[in-house]
């Protein structure tokens, strides 16, 4: 079964400090990873997946299998990046479906 | 593209009542997904469709949940009869396949269950 863990629900931080929203996962397979976004008033949206290897917004999340993380970072907080975050598993190809974590909810503090 | 339509955006209704969810996905798009939001649990996918047809229906919570997908452009999830304990945030997404590509979400159907 594949699982996806947010431990925080709630991170706050203060604005300019490093953010870091932490997702583990377990899963047999060969997972894609993805990070999506629910800003306040809006819809949720995609913000990176981790075959990008983009940075959005300033985010990074990189995908190390040893400790079945998907962490994602930003070095400068930001107020507009408060939001609620999902971490997203799912495995390529076929008919596998999306298991999103619990969410975390990021509150800069300005 | 006015994106994922999902309709009404709020409905408060009555323990008891039946209760439809509709989605309009984005044209072209060739799966579907029906998930519930809320603050315990968080996102949990119900029932994800691909080209009309239900592939895994195994997150809906129980018999009073229905899903239906008629044609590629509509869809409905239905109550009934609906409980105070169903009250939450449903979102419907659609992607052009399923698991590997963007799902873009819609606005959200907030339930409440009197």
């Known amino acids: 079964a594949q699982r996806v863990t947010q431990p925080e629900k709630l991170l706050s931080v203060f604005k300019g400090a490093p953010v870091e929203l932490k997702c583990n996962y377990s899963?047999?397979?060969?997972?894609?990873l993805f990070w999506y976004v629910q800003y306040s008033r809006q819809r949720l949206q995609l913000l990176l997946r981790?075959?990008s290897r983009e940075s959005i917004k300033g985010f990074t999340a990189d995908l190390n299998k040893g400790e079945t993380s998907f962490h994602l970072k930003k070095p400068f907080a930001q107020e507009e990046d408060s939001a609620m975050y999902y971490c997203?598993?799912?495995?390529?190809?076929?008919?596998?479906?999306?298991?999103f974590g619990i969410g975390t909810k990021l509150q800069v503090i300005p | 593209d006015a994106g994922v339509i999902q309709s009404p955006r709020h409905e408060v209704t009555e323990m008891g009542q039946e209760v439809t969810l509709r989605c309009k996905p984005i044209?072209?798009?060739?799966?579907l997904f029906w998930y519930r939001q809320t603050m315990m649990r968080g996102l949990e996918l119900l029932i994800y469709?691909?080209?009309?047809?239900?592939?895994?229906d195994s997150g809906m919570p129980e018999d009073r949940f229905s899903a239906k997908m008629p044609n590629a452009s509509f869809s409905t999830l239905k109550i009934q009869p609906s409980e105070p304990r169903d009250s939450a945030v449903y979102f419907c997404?659609?992607?052009?396949?399923?698991?590997?590509?963007?799902?873009?979400f819609g606005p959200g159907t907030r339930l409440t269950v009197l």
């Open positions: 981790h075959i």
């Open positions: 997404a659609s992607s052009f396949r399923v698991s590997t590509d963007t799902q873009y």
């Open positions: 044209s072209g798009h060739n799966s």
């Open positions: 469709f691909n080209n009309n047809v239900p592939i895994d």
């Open positions: 899963y047999s397979g060969s997972p894609e």
């Open positions: 997203a598993l799912t495995n390529s190809g076929g008919y596998q479906k999306v298991t």
